[in-house]
Structure formats: structure tokens, C-alpha cells
């Protein structure tokens, strides 16, 4: 069960275990489903031509891993809904049969003028099994309070 707002504290972080390994068949499958045709993503024979020699895991489906192995630790089951997504960079690539894990900073929070609503935002950083950063970004989610009167005051 992820956090009400009341149990975020600002610099605290969340260590995301266990990580997960991405196989051909959760690229392929991915790149499917989001129709990206893209080469790099999909052909050995092309993607071994470039400067990373075999086809590259779509960045969206790491991004979308980062997310997902942080939402048991943070907001399942107390997300109103993800507000936003900032500052997404992939600094390393990932390939087939790596593993992934990830790590989330709380980096502020506000109340809202909502009655039992908060805003947080965290700073989510993926890395593969050697400790290489292979994406990070920030998340602003609104949660529910505990205290379903809590207000911002003003």
C-alpha cells in the first residue's frame, strides 16, 4: 500500500525492491502495443550497425518500469492521480536482459485547497545492475491525506 500524504517527508527516499529484468519479448511486446517501429528497438540487423552493436530497450518502457516499480512504495491506493512528469533523461541505454531497479526522492510537498488532498513530488532515478543511471525524472502526484479534513491554509 503506497503512503497518505501525512507520511511523506521531504528528503526522505524509497529504495524499489525487488527490480526487474527486461527480456526481447518485453520490448518487442511494447513496442508493439504502442505501435514504435522504430529499428533500434526491433532489428538486430540494423540496431548492430550503430554505436551500441544490438537493438536498445524502447525508452518509454523503462521510463514506464521506473514508474511502476516506485507505486507500490509511494501512492497504491492513495493517488487521486499523477499530475505531472518533468525532466525525463535516459543517460545510458538499456539492453536486453538487464535489470532494473530504482530509487525515489521526495522533493517537496503541499496541501491543496481540496479538502483530504495533497500534492508531492519526487525525483525517480533507474538504474541496471552495474549502477548506471539509465533514467531519471521527476513526478508530481496528488494523494489523499489521512486526515481527510486537512486544508491548505490561506
Same mark, same amino acid.
Given at each position: %500500500?503506497?503512503?497518505?500524504?501525512? $507520511?511523506?517527508?521531504?528528503?526522505?527516499?524509497? !529504495?524499489?525492491?525487488?527490480?526487474?529484468?527486461?527480456? $526481447?519479448?518485453?520490448?518487442? %511486446?511494447?513496442? @508493439?502495443?504502442?505501435?514504435?517501429? *522504430?529499428? =533500434?528497438?526491433?532489428?538486430? $540487423?540494423?540496431?548492430?550497425?550503430?554505436?551500441?552493436? &544490438?537493438?536498445?530497450?524502447?525508452? =518509454?518502457?523503462?521510463? #514506464?518500469?521506473?514508474?511502476?516499480? #516506485?507505486?507500490? +512504495?509511494?501512492?497504491?491506493?492513495?493517488?487521486?492521480?499523477?499530475? +505531472?512528469?518533468?525532466?525525463?533523461?535516459?543517460?545510458?541505454?538499456?539492453?536486453?536482459? +538487464?535489470?532494473?531497479?530504482? &530509487? #525515489?526522492?521526495?522533493?517537496?510537498?503541499?496541501? /491543496? #485547497? @481540496?479538502?483530504?488532498?495533497?500534492?508531492? !513530488?519526487? *525525483? /525517480?532515478?533507474? /538504474?541496471? *545492475? +552495474?549502477?548506471?543511471?539509465?533514467?531519471?525524472? *521527476?513526478?508530481?502526484?496528488?494523494?489523499?491525506? &489521512?486526515?481527510?479534513?486537512?486544508? &491548505?491554509?490561506?
Amino acid at each position: %500500500m503506497g503512503l497518505y500524504y501525512e $507520511e511523506f517527508e521531504e528528503g526522505q527516499t524509497f !529504495e524499489h525492491e525487488p527490480g526487474r529484468t527486461i527480456t $526481447e519479448a518485453d520490448n518487442v %511486446m511494447f513496442c @508493439s502495443m504502442t505501435m514504435n517501429t *522504430q529499428p =533500434l528497438h526491433l532489428d538486430h $540487423e540494423f540496431a548492430g550497425e550503430t554505436e551500441f552493436g &544490438e537493438p536498445v530497450v524502447n525508452g =518509454l518502457l523503462t521510463f #514506464s518500469l521506473a514508474v511502476g516499480l #516506485s507505486v507500490p +512504495d509511494l501512492t497504491e491506493g492513495t493517488i487521486v492521480a499523477n499530475l +505531472d512528469y518533468e525532466h525525463v533523461e535516459h543517460p545510458n541505454p538499456v539492453f536486453h536482459g +538487464d535489470t532494473i531497479r530504482a &530509487e #525515489s526522492e521526495v522533493l517537496g510537498k503541499r496541501l /491543496t #485547497s @481540496s479538502p483530504g488532498r495533497g500534492i508531492v !513530488e519526487f *525525483q /525517480t532515478v533507474a /538504474t541496471n *545492475q +552495474d549502477d548506471e543511471v539509465v533514467c531519471r525524472f *521527476q513526478r508530481t502526484a496528488m494523494v489523499e491525506c &489521512e486526515d481527510d479534513e486537512l486544508v &491548505e491554509d490561506g
